[in-house]
């Protein structure tokens, strides 16, 4: 009779059962996330390039950071957006300020266009032909990029 080694029953063994309990629960997720996308069930869902580490760093109060903002504005009867630049102590901007909230043409019960509106923010809706009706403010927020400088003592050469 051979005995099995014993990193089977002490190793193997347990990363099998692990393996096949992980992928349990990831199916069982999955199932979940197809049942919740199913055609028409979600009625409003928002989006926003914007939510990064570079919104976290323009809401800071932080005046005296060396960081220079480049941001991107709508610019009405044009294709070229308005790029404006500034630093950190003359730069602010709102929590919402990039963010979308698109209605879905498709739900079952959809919420009436107006419900979610801010100032700050752009609602897309679908018209029955197909085209998007966004509205904005003039001054919405398209993109930022943020350059951030470091300034660092030289070492004096001999």
């Not at 100032?119 to 897309?124: A, D, G, N, S, T």
Request: charged share 15%; glycine share 6%.
């Amino acid at each position: 009779m051979t005995r099995r080694p014993a990193f089977v029953v002490w190793f193997v063994l347990p990363a099998a059962l692990t393996a096949i309990g992980l992928t349990i629960a990831m199916l069982t997720v999955l199932q979940y996330s197809v049942r919740a996308s199913i055609h028409g069930s979600l009625d409003v869902g928002g989006f926003s390039s914007l939510a990064t580490w570079g919104k976290l760093r323009a809401l800071a109060d932080n005046p005296d950071a060396l960081s220079a903002y480049c941001t991107l504005y709508p610019n009405p009867g044009n294709l070229l957006p308005i790029m404006c630049s500034a630093m950190k102590k003359d730069y602010s901007e709102h929590l919402m300020d990039g963010l979308f909230v698109l209605h879905n043409p498709f739900a079952r019960h959809p919420l009436p266009s107006g419900l979610l509106s801010h100032p700050r923010l752009c609602e897309v809706n679908v018209v029955s032909d197909g085209e998007l009706i966004m509205t904005a403010p003039d001054d919405f927020l398209l993109l930022r990029m943020i350059k951030t400088m470091k300034v660092r003592d030289l070492p004096e050469q001999a």
